[in-house]
């Protein structure tokens, strides 16, 4: 069993008519954004890596626990999203101090037999 993370860093821009508070755009689909108004600082992307191997499933969720432990502790704060730990998954948001924002999943991808 293998233990993956998914990190997707959300896209942030500073707004220059709001002294250049850090905001995150929600636009509907086809409208762009006003770069008159606001300044790409952070671009949102998104990387999914292998973490390590185990070989039961109840040392696979131990250590998706000890990682969402460790993820906790990334940032100035955070968000469970949504946590089934005994399931080994994880997902929660992270706001670090310098402005991103990552949304981070741990979880157990069992390998093919």
Known sequence: ??????????????????????????????????????TLVHLGIGESYNVEECNSFEEACNSVTNLY?????????YDDKLLKLNEGYAELI??????????????IEEENK
Do not use: C, H, W
């Not at 998914?6 to 762009?32: A, H, W």
């Open 94 to 107: 992270i706001y670090l101090s310098d402005g991103k924002i990552l949304n981070r999943v741990i979880f």
């Open 69 to 77: 432990v460790e993820a906790k502790n990334l940032g100035v704060n």
């Open 1 to 38: 069993m293998k233990i993956k993370i998914y990190d997707q860093y959300r896209t942030i821009y500073s707004d220059n008519q709001d002294n250049r508070k850090l905001v995150e755009l929600n636009l509907p689909v086809g409208v762009g954004v006003d770069t008159t108004r606001y």
